[in-house]
T-cell receptor, first 113, second 110 residues
Framework: AQSVTQPDIHITVSEGASLELRCNYSYGATPYLFWYVQSPGQGLQLLLKYFSGDTLVQGIKGFEAEFKRSQSSFNLRKPSVHWSDAAEYFCAVGADNTDKLIFGTGTRLQVFP | EAGVAQSPRYKIIEKRQSVAFWCNPISGHATLYWYQQILGQGPKLLIQFQNNGVVDDSQLPKDRFSAERLKGVDSTLKIQPAKLEDSAVYLC????????FGPGTRLTVT
């Protein structure tokens, strides 16, 4: 069965520092992978997605993610974090097709000034 | 372009009461989803509609949850009777290719 693991429940970084949020997936075929961000009281917003092709994908708000098939990972990165990036981040895999999303448990990002 | 609308935003009920949530998807989006997001967890798909037909409701607790999509546009999700473990945020999403999420309804069952 498909599954997504986000090992870090809570991460704290200083503003301006670099960021990497980890995501590992379990899926038999080539996965469709997504990162979403959820600010308090808001719905989920798509940051970026990977379907095929270049394994380094660029998203909105300066985020990028790299698909590594050998490690079953799709880690999210940002070179310099802003205070407004504080939110909950969810990794998701598209099960069977892109319609059915299976989400990880999320990583809460806290940013200190 | 207007986003996915949901109402109410917050609801507090006692166990065994009933509750209904409403979702208005983005215009033209044929696919509509309801997710349940329990505190500390990722969203879990409850039901998926394609136009006004159900594509997947395998995770919907049908003894107490029901959902419909009127004329392939708006949708309602109902819980009757509610249990304490139903306390969660209920998210609606719609899609053409990517899923766009509404702000959710936070349900507290006491």
């Amino acid at each position: 069965a498909q599954s997504v693991t986000q090992p870090d429940i809570h991460i704290t970084v200083s503003e301006g520092a670099s960021l990497e949020l980890r995501c590992n997936y379990s899926y038999g075929a080539t996965p469709y992978l997504f990162w979403y961000v959820q600010s308090p009281g808001q719905g989920l917003q798509l940051l970026l997605k990977y379907f095929s092709g270049d394994t380094l994908v660029q998203g909105i708000k300066g985020f990028e993610a790299e698909f590594k098939r050998s490690q079953s990972s799709f880690n999210l990165r940002k070179p310099s974090v802003h205070w407004s990036d504080a939110a909950e981040y969810f990794c998701a895999v598209g099960a069977d097709n892109t319609d059915k999303l299976i989400f990880g448990t999320g990583t809460r990002l806290q940013v200190f000034p | 372009e207007a986003g996915v609308a949901q109402s109410p935003r917050y609801k507090i009920i006692e166990k065994r009461q009933s509750v209904a949530f409403w979702c208005n998807p983005i215009s033209g989006h044929a696919t509509l989803y309801w997710y349940q997001q329990i505190l500390g967890q990722g969203p879990k798909l409850l039901i998926q509609f394609q136009n006004n037909g159900v594509v997947d409701d395998s995770q919907l607790p049908k003894d107490r949850f029901s959902a419909e999509r009127l004329k392939g546009v708006d949708s309602t999700l109902k819980i009757q009777p509610a249990k304490l473990e139903d306390s969660a945020v209920y998210l609606c999403a719609s899609s053409l290719q990517e899923q766009y999420f509404g702000p959710g309804t936070r349900l507290t069952v006491t």
